[in-house]
């Protein structure tokens, strides 16, 4: 594991954003644990996880034009991102995000901030069913731009309605990589080492039924 990717677990479990437990999704499966990007609402913990975001699409050596952020939790996430690269890496991004209602006046339209071109690269939390992705793409492909990757700060990798996750079925639609700060292996790795067994049984449980 890297040190990026043991930060952003232990940022999120002291945020509460990662939870253990019994927790019931929207696919109706019970999971031992959950995890929601909402909760990093401190200053504090957006520039930590923009680091996050910043070292994985260092890592991935996946060359991109633009980042953009999804409405609503994309927003901050791209602006902590963009700000990473530019003061850890010296790559300064345009950035660009879309409102969820078209603006009727001043500059009108969704789109706000970089215009939206060449190789773009999605920020958002995670994919669950990969509408949100399918959503952008209109406005991407609207804008003549190219999608060049998504990064997300977790892969559940699970099953979808069918043998692929959602993060594989986007991969294999728009032939470009999702790429993810952890995945539910760096969790269940992270509590191995800190000899967890409660949650470990549990979460090796729900990987066996559901995992891919």
């Known amino acids: 594991m890297q040190t990026y990717q043991k930060t952003f677990i232990e940022l999120a479990l002291a945020h509460n954003v990662l939870c253990f437990g019994d927790f019931t999704l929207k696919s109706g499966r019970i999971s031992p644990y959950f995890f929601n990007a909402g909760r990093f609402k401190t200053g504090a913990a957006m520039a930590v996880l923009g680091k996050c975001y910043a070292s994985a699409l260092k890592a991935s050596a996946v060359e991109v034009d633009i980042l953009f952020g999804p409405a609503y939790k994309g ?11 530019s003061n850890e890496y010296g790559r300064d991004y345009p950035l660009c995000y879309n409102r969820k209602e078209a603006k009727n006046h001043g500059e ?13 690269a999605i920020i958002d939390d995670v994919i669950t069913a990969g509408t949100a992705i399918r959503e952008v793409m209109k406005i991407i492909d609207k804008a003549g731009a190219e999608l060049g990757a998504v990064l997300i700060g977790l892969d559940r990798k699970e099953k979808g309605q069918g043998k692929l996750s ?29 000899g967890d067994i ?13 995992g891919i």
């Open 198 to 210: 409660m949650y470990k049984n549990a979460m090796y449980a729900y990987r066996d039924q559901y």
């Open 166 to 194: 959602a993060v594989q079925e986007i991969e294999q639609k728009f032939t470009i990589p999702v790429i993810s700060i952890i995945t539910l292996d760096h969790i269940i790795q992270y509590i191995e080492e800190k």
């Open 108 to 120: 009108g339209g969704v789109l706000v901030g970089a215009e939206l071109k060449g190789k773009v």
């Open 75 to 85: 927003i901050p996430l791209v602006t902590a991102t963009g700000y990473a690269m």
